[in-house]
């Protein structure tokens, strides 16, 4: 593929680190803008049922929230298909509802994350129950967030 | 007994890889012939030794010694043979093993097939590859015995992860292993060059083939697990950007970056430092991901077991070889001397663009995974960062990498012509704008974004056909000429246009993926149908079925298309014995532009059960791409002029510092 060099002479050494440079920089600069504006918009926080309750959530504002199930709270309501249920930090609890199917390891009295948005009655809508790897398995967020409460108990092994 | 032949074997080859660490390399430095020697046949030896190591664990599991502790953690004797041998790599331990295996295969195959390697370069490339199986195989023996016994031993065994029972995932993790730790040859080469302080087209020619060779298995072993999840994990996506997905697919990016700059240094003697340091992030970024996935900082179906000493253990292996490999290079890399000088608007210049964007998408996916550790561990505060971030910030990213390789291939290397290329890709450009007509035509109402990509797919595979046809003549020359001039063609012509045409059709299905989804849930009785994208999904029955280490509900779906039968779904909702896990099957059906997806959710007692189904327009051909760029890799591999470089057989050895042949 390769053709001779036309009769003009190729772009000095110098000249060439200097574009390189630039390019690297713009490419850098462009990068930065994006991340900076996707961060703006796009981290979710996980939050605890205390931190729901203490913080002012704006409206329509994606967060995780993570607890344990709390037991004989889960029902299905009347389309079959959506699930109720009352996550707890054994501080405060809050209502969620989320239609779908919900993951195998899904359990009363189990840790469990969901993702969603608040809705205006101040129960939780979530758009995402997080799956859970193995029944022993405990997600990180909750056994803090259950660390912080105070209700913290080690798994017994 | 097998065990601790086992067990003995990593201690054997710890002392290897020690003596093979420090005397080859001294041996350069003083010009001590003998010394460099035994780089070779000891790299061998090391091959042996873990290989007899992995042998013996393999064994174990096989026949399920339950005196092994891991074996008695991770198998059952009722698991199918496949799984259990799957299960010798789906636990920590042993997947350790497996790649300190690979990393050893990768050294033995230096030793075997670099015969015409400068002495002095092949000596110090295999002592920093010793270095690095020192440290994992000290790793392994001091944190993660995995021929520890078992007394008394139990019964049966708790079972592998019944996740991982699958074919999808019997095999993602020796491919991706092959992909991460094959850049290790990149890397140990990058290091060599830098103590020898040169790097020129020779040197290039033989860091390609193993770069390469790891860059297509680590393709596969991404497209393999990206698979498993779409069908396995059943919730229907197919790339999550998980940060264990991240993980693999960080090297991945930068790994594209060092195959491509990679031919510059090899044909224009140019971008050498850069290259150098490409090859030092890529198994950087390799090794990285090994601490994020094997630390437990992450929780995921692959963090086995979490123990904080391995963590730490790893955290400063990684500290060490970044950090030092990077001092090398601070320190050595400004005294390799410049080469070949070129215009912006050449093939240089299109391979530095695609350089520059493959690493700042790379960058962007680094602070992404990283961002919510760092934040963590300083505030405590928790966070995640999801699609919605990669979708902002990785995807403007692609888009001009796509524009850009369009023209790429046709500019010529020094000084090119742009106004002729543009000239040459018109047709490609109209081609971009019917496939987003139609595509915008007969999705109206939808996203136009899905219309847009479909047409930068358009785009791509348009222009890597009019480049090929143009080399072959297509238009210029008779049917007689063409295929001559087809079949003399390089292989890694054929490579270069398979592997960015699959690149094509894998964006195409991305599209599809992530803006065409049709999807319905709902709770049915038997006999119930729910509809969507057209087609009819009826529950026929639901029965119960056993498996060799499981009992599943099976649920009988027809899908129906004006009236007609057009597929037959089962998916499963299995428990397994030993463990109590349940898990989803998803029943797919394939044709060539869609799938049907469904999946069978809980029965509410009542007699009627959660069904959800998908229609996935596209989705197959992420997993065509994928393979049509694996391919692509192969073909190139397999050119003539690499073998020059690397796996040589038969063939007289060249003399070291052979001048490059021409093109």
Request: aromatic share 10%; glycine share 10%; with cysteine.
């Amino acid at each position: 593929m390769s053709t001779p060099t036309t009769g003009r002479t190729p772009a000095t050494r110098k000249k060439r680190r200097l574009y390189a440079v630039l390019a690297g920089l713009t490419m850098l600069g462009i990068a930065a803008a994006l991340v900076l504006t996707a961060f703006e918009d796009s981290i979710v926080f996980f939050y605890s049922p205390s931190d729901i309750a203490e913080k002012n959530l704006r409206p329509g504002q994606t967060v995780r929230l993570g607890g344990l199930v709390e037991a004989d709270s889960v029902k299905k309501s009347a389309d079959g298909v959506t699930t109720e249920f009352v996550i707890t930090d054994m501080n405060k609890t809050i209502a969620v509802s989320y239609k779908g199917l919900l993951p195998d390891l899904f359990r009363e009295g189990q840790g469990v994350v969901t993702q969603g948005t608040l809705g205006a009655d101040g129960n939780f809508i979530a758009s995402e129950v997080l799956a859970k790897h193995d029944e022993n398995y405990m997600p990180k967020e909750v056994a803090d967030a259950l660390k912080k409460s105070g209700k913290w108990k080690e798994p017994e092994k | 007994m097998i065990a601790e032949i086992g067990h003995f074997a990593l201690m054997l080859a710890l002392v290897v890889a020690l003596v093979q660490s420090a005397l080859p390399l001294a041996g350069a430095a003083r010009g001590n012939q003998a010394w460099m020697a035994i780089a070779a046949p000891s790299a061998m030896v090391q091959f042996l030794c873990t290989g007899t190591a992995f042998g013996c664990l393999l064994y174990s599991f096989a026949v399920s010694d339950f005196t092994v502790m891991n074996v008695a953690q991770n198998s059952n004797s009722l698991q199918p043979m496949i799984y259990k041998i799957a299960s010798t790599w789906g636990n920590h331990e042993g997947s350790m093993v497996l790649w300190v295996l690979i990393l050893a295969l990768f050294g033995g195959m230096v030793a075997l097939f670099g015969g015409n390697l400068p002495p002095t370069l092949k000596a110090r490339a295999l002592s920093v590859q010793a270095m690095i199986a020192f440290a994992f195989l000290l790793f392994i023996l001091m944190t993660s015995n995995p021929f520890e016994r078992l007394s008394p031993p139990p019964v049966d065994g708790r079972d592998l992860n019944p996740l991982l029972q699958d074919i999808g995932l019997a095999l993602h993790p020796p491919m991706l292993y092959f992909g991460y730790v094959g850049f290790s040859m990149a890397f140990s080469f990058a290091i060599a060059a830098l103590i020898e302080g040169k790097v020129d087209a020779a040197w290039a020619r033989w860091v390609r083939p193993w770069t390469l060779l790891a860059w297509i298995f680590l393709t596969g072993g991404i497209v393999l697990g990206s698979w498993w999840a779409y069908y396995e994990l059943g919730w229907g996506g197919w790339w999550y950007w998980d940060p264990v997905e991240n993980a693999s697919f960080m090297p991945w990016l930068v790994g594209t970056a060092l195959l491509h700059s990679a031919i510059v240094v090899e044909k224009r003697d140019a971008l050498k430092t850069w290259t150098i340091l490409l090859a030092i992030l890529t198994f950087s970024l390799s090794l990285i991901g090994t601490f994020l996935v094997r630390s437990g900082v992450l929780t995921s179906v692959h963090a086995f077991a979490t123990d904080p000493e391995r963590g730490v253990f790893i955290l400063v292996l990684l500290v060490i070889a970044i950090g030092g490999s990077l001092a090398l290079y601070a320190w050595r890399a400004p005294q390799l001397k410049g080469g070949g000088l070129f215009a912006p608007i050449s093939r240089e210049g299109s391979l530095i663009l695609n350089n520059l964007l493959l690493t700042t998408a790379a960058a962007t996916v680094f602070i992404g995974t990283l961002y919510p550790l760092l934040l963590d561990a300083m505030t405590g505060d928790k966070i995640s960062v999801g699609p919605p971030f990669f979708n902002a910030t990785f995807v403007p990213l692609m888009i001009p990498l796509i524009i850009a390789l369009g023209f790429g291939p046709m500019l010529s290397w020094k000084r090119a012509d742009l106004k002729g290329a543009v000239q040459r890709l018109k047709f490609a450009l109209i081609v971009a704008m019917v496939v987003t007509a139609i595509a915008a035509y007969v999705t109206w109402g939808r996203s136009i974004f899905g219309a847009i990509g479909l047409g930068f797919s358009g785009w791509l595979a348009a222009s890597v056909l009019i480049e090929f046809g143009s080399r072959i003549g297509i238009g210029r020359s008779n049917f007689g000429d063409v295929l001559r001039r087809a079949t003399g063609l390089p292989r890694a012509a054929w490579g270069m246009m398979l592997a960015h045409f699959g690149f094509a059709i894998l964006a195409a299905g991305a599209t599809g993926a992530s803006v065409w989804q049709d999807e319905a849930i709902q709770s049915i009785r038997a006999g119930d149908a729910i509809s969507i994208a057209g087609y009819e999904f009826t529950l026929r029955n639901v029965d119960n079925v056993r498996g060799p280490n499981y009992v599943a509900q099976r649920g009988v779906f027809t899908v129906k298309q004006d009236g007609e039968i057009v597929a037959t779904l089962a998916p499963e909702r299995r428990r397994y014995l030993v463990q109590g896990t349940e898990t989803t099957e998803s029943a797919i059906f394939t044709n060539a532009y869609a799938d049907l997806y469904a999946v069978l959710g809980e029965p509410d007692g009542e007699g009627r059960w959660i069904a959800k189904v998908y229609f996935k327009p596209l989705v197959p051909w992420i997993w065509l791409g994928g393979a049509v760029m694996v391919l692509g890799g192969f073909v190139s591999l397999s050119d003539r002029r690499l073998r020059v470089g690397a796996p040589t057989r038969r063939q007289a050895p060249t003399p070291a510092n052979a001048p490059a042949p021409a093109e």
